[in-house]
């Protein structure tokens, strides 16, 4: 398996210097953006974001350009935009930016663009109007295609490495022969508003309009919205729990996912769950061990991609943008250094159905248990 190649080679520069992560500035704060450049997560405290930026402060480290984080205290677009229109007036070199909403941002994204600052959006995409181009993940298809195999998978008691690669396959195959009652999901997403989770979300949407699924699982998703904060996730969870209308909670954020691992945890009842997660923070609700038995779990197997390299990849294409010309346009190419133990790579800018580009700069990898010990020290 390719990924499992790529993916093990993850570790040096971001992994391991997580715990010394720089700490994020609060909103306000003025210091270290002038001639720098600006990274904003959805909200400080995300590991994801934390492991983010120290990828992306790792590869502009080694490039020899300053940069700072600057993600709000509230994942909103109103907390980002306020702090955006700082960074903008404290002279920020360039914005890397995951949003927490579509809409809203055209005034101070202007504002950048006035100023000839760069905004590259990653994870959470910002308008094709305003951004140079968006760095992906993952195939948002492949992401929302695999969740829902993965929680249907888990419900009809199939263990991942049974599917030996080929999850689309083994699904059909195990729901030939199901004839139960028909299979609810729930989602435990971010924000109503979030584009990545809305983007995933629609092509969770169209897996299950797909024939195999018809009568067997339910096409329509039971759609929560914790707004990727613990508080408003383990409530929302919680609610799951006590409607009790799902069999499988699909949680498309770290948040979520980790919140609802607690809650159904300790609810202990039958309701699974599956998603994108750190291992560091599933940990306790998965299985650690080959010899253990996935489903007595409540989180059988769950999905993440290499978060370090997603946030270096970002640093890579502002410099590109920086010293390289790169301007985003389809067929445009970004070449990213040799960082940590990865070799040099090349990236190319494809059209995106919003009439702007995105440069696919990562792969969805299924972490079970026959992996989980090794990356719930790592990631
Ligand atoms: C969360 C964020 C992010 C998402 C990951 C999987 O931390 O919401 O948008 O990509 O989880």
């Given at each position: 398996m390719k990924n499992v190649k790529k993916f093990a080679a993850l570790g040096l520069a971001g992994?391991?210097?997580?715990?010394?992560?720089?700490?994020?500035l609060a909103a306000g704060d003025t210091s270290e953006v002038s001639g720098s450049h600006v990274f904003m997560f959805k909200s400080v405290g995300n590991a994801f974001g934390v492991i983010m930026y120290?990828?992306?402060?790792?590869?502009?480290?080694?490039v020899g350009e300053n940069c700072t984080e600057k993600s709000p205290a509230e994942t909103t677009v109103a907390a980002q935009v306020q702090l955006l229109d700082e960074a903008i007036t404290?002279?920020?070199?360039?914005?890397?930016?995951?949003t927490n909403g579509d809409t809203g941002f055209d005034e101070v994204f202007s504002k950048a663009k006035e100023a000839n600052i760069p905004i590259v959006s990653v994870d959470s995409k910002a308008s094709a109007d305003f951004r140079i181009t968006h760095n992906n993940q993952a195939s948002t298809a492949d992401i929302g295609a695999m969740q829902v195999r993965a929680?249907?998978?888990?419900?009809?008691?199939v263990p991942f490495d049974s599917a030996d690669g080929d999850m689309a396959a083994t699904v059909e195959a195990a729901l030939a022969d199901y004839d139960g009652e028909e299979i609810k999901i729930g989602v435990l997403s971010a924000g109503i508003d979030t584009p990545v989770q809305n983007g995933w979300i629609a092509e969770m949407e169209k897996e299950l309009s797909k024939d195999i699924y018809a009568g067997k699982v339910s096409p329509e998703l039971d759609k929560k919205y914790g707004n990727d904060e613990a508080v408003k996730s383990t409530q929302e969870a919680t609610a799951f729990v006590a409607e009790n209308k799902v069999d499988v909670i699909i949680s498309p954020t770290t948040v979520g996912i980790a919140a609802a691992g607690e809650v159904l945890k300790q609810a202990g009842v039958d309701i699974k769950l599956t998603g994108l997660g750190l291992p560091s923070e599933m940990a306790p609700y998965m299985p650690t061990s080959p010899e253990d038995d996935e489903f007595s779990f409540v989180c059988p197997y769950m999905m993440l991609w290499d978060v370090s390299h997603l946030g270096a990849s970002t640093a890579a294409i502002q410099m590109a943008v920086q010293n390289d010309g790169f301007d985003g346009?389809?067929?445009?190419?970004?070449t990213m250094q040799a960082w940590g133990e990865y070799a040099e790579e090349t990236f190319t800018a494809?059209?995106?159905?919003d009439g702007g580009t995105g440069v696919l700069t990562g792969i969805?990898?299924?972490?079970d248990k026959n992996n989980m010990a090794e990356w719930a020290d790592k990631l």
């Open positions: 992994i391991m210097t997580l715990a010394m992560a720089a700490p994020a120290d990828g992306f402060s790792s590869y502009m480290e080694q404290q002279g920020a070199k360039s914005i890397s930016i995951s929680a249907v998978l888990i419900e009809l008691g346009t389809e067929g445009s190419t970004v494809e059209a995106d159905a969805p990898y299924v972490f």
